[in-house]
């Protein structure tokens, strides 16, 4: 088989690696994949960009492509599976009306509404006078959230009113997220702690992934601006497996049948961010696609055939392929260029990622990476993820550390807490 992947992220790194491993794999190509793609066996970084449909097309046309793999949310809300559909190109992910779950979060809401899914009350702004009216009325704490795409980082958590208010005037008037905030959802704050709740789905049936917990602040203890996410584990405790079916009866399953009976049945991965309130898990957010950095640790654990997995969501036939999972934890810390998600610098050579790799359970992904002259340099915010596997959360908490210390880059930052929180909800029973 011959398998396109589009992307050039941690997630993409991870696809390919997981990818590759199966025997069905003679060949991947990466559109426009990074410095660790390019050095996977099987595979070859083609320069194309992700959000480039008519060209990806023709490359998956010329290459006589078996399966495509879209990483990114950009391809996916283009109506990147439906052009490849049209060419007849089988495409694991969903179509443009059902990637606009992700595309817009008042559609999100709406969808949600109709299934019954429980999410957080809300409001729907594209006036910004109006908007600002509606947060000096209801007060702090609010979630203030450009509507549309903003690469993770559209979505401000206000404790009080004045925050509320800032965060309205920096995505509607000052337009920091582009046309991605000429509509807003305002909603309710909720309060517990996050979880990350995938399922793999192929229209009517799903399957879920084991629970996972991303890190999107950039500063340990959960402080400073929102990132793309700074660290990840599977699975976390505060959502035990023993809760999955219930909660993909409750988020998931429900989404499935509103979608499908739009005529847009759900194929792909459909991920839920989750609060675990004190009455049950209510939604956060979707996502059409595999997180990153969740899905890092994710394919760690994963032991089954991603590509039986993959064509099975797209062939409808996911209830006939098993999914089985390594019991090991797994854990991810994301190295990155000091600064980020601000400004940060590029082109620092990077050291030591062959010393950690040959640890024990420990791969490094790449992210924001390219290769030049034999040299493997920083080209973007996130530059690696250094996932391990461990026992428990304490030692793949350890063991990711360890191979950590290993890899020298100036310039960079990483958080040191990753994991912690999960680590104390063991400790203390919860």
């Known amino acids: 088989m011959r398998i396109f992947v589009i992307g050039s992220g941690g997630r993409e790194h991870a696809l390919v690696w997981k990818l590759r491993q199966s025997p069905q794999v003679d060949r991947i190509f990466v559109a426009p994949g990074n410095g660790g793609t390019a050095q996977e066996a099987k595979t070859e970084n083609v320069a194309i960009g992700a959000g480039d449909i008519p060209a990806l097309v023709a490359f998956a046309r010329e290459k006589a492509v078996d399966l495509v793999v879209p990483g990114p949310e950009l391809p996916l809300t283009e109506g990147i599976v ?73 979505v401000v958590v206000a404790a009080t009113t004045e925050e509320a208010l800032a965060a309205v005037d920096d995505i509607m008037r000052d337009h920091a997220h582009g046309a991605a905030g000429d509509k807003v959802v305002i909603e309710e704050f909720l309060e517990g702690e996050e979880a990350s709740f995938l399922c793999f789905c192929d229209g009517e049936h799903a399957v879920p992934l084991p629970s996972a917990q991303d890190h999107k602040a950039a500063w340990d203890g959960d402080k400073g601006p929102n990132t793309g996410g700074m660290g990840a584990y599977s699975p976390a405790p505060v959502l035990p497996y023993a809760q999955a079916a219930s909660t993909m009866e409750t988020v998931i399953l429900p989404v499935l049948r509103v979608l499908a009976a739009d005529g847009h049945p759900f194929r792909g991965v459909l991920y839920a961010g989750l609060m675990m309130t004190s009455s049950g898990p209510k939604v956060l957010e979707y996502n059409t696609r595999f997180g990153d950095p969740e899905c890092q640790p994710l394919l760690m654990r994963l032991e089954s055939d991603l590509v039986d997995i993959m064509r099975a969501c797209v062939n409808g036939t996911l209830d006939q392929t098993p999914v089985r999972y390594d019991s090991r934890t797994a854990l991810g810390v994301v190295l990155a260029a000091r600064g980020y998600p601000s ?21 490094v992904f790449h992210s924001g990476t390219r290769v030049e002259d034999g040299r493997t340099l920083a080209s973007g915010g996130r530059v690696l993820c250094v996932t391990a596997l461990g026992n428990d959360l304490a030692d793949a908490q350890r063991a990711a550390y360890a191979a950590l210390e290993r890899i020298t880059m100036p310039d960079s930052q990483c958080r040191t807490d990753i994991g912690a929180k999960g680590i104390r909800r063991l400790q203390e029973g919860r």
């Not at 000096?136 to 549309?148: E, F, H, S, W």
């Not at 400004?343 to 640890?359: F, N």
């Open 82 to 154: 439906d052009a490849m559909r049209e060419a007849g190109i089988p495409c694991f992910g969903p179509d443009r009306y059902c990637a606009r779950l992700e595309g817009s979060k008042s559609f999100a809401k709406d969808v949600m509404r109709r299934g019954g899914v429980p999410t957080a009350a809300s409001e729907v702004f594209t006036d910004y006078a109006a908007a600002r009216a509606y947060v000096a009325r209801v007060g702090g704490p609010l979630v203030v959230k450009a509507d549309g795409l903003a690469a993770g980082k559209g």
């Open 343 to 363: 400004s940060y610098p590029r082109g620092m050579e990077i050291a030591g990622i062959p010393a950690a790799d040959a640890l024990p359970g420990v791969k």
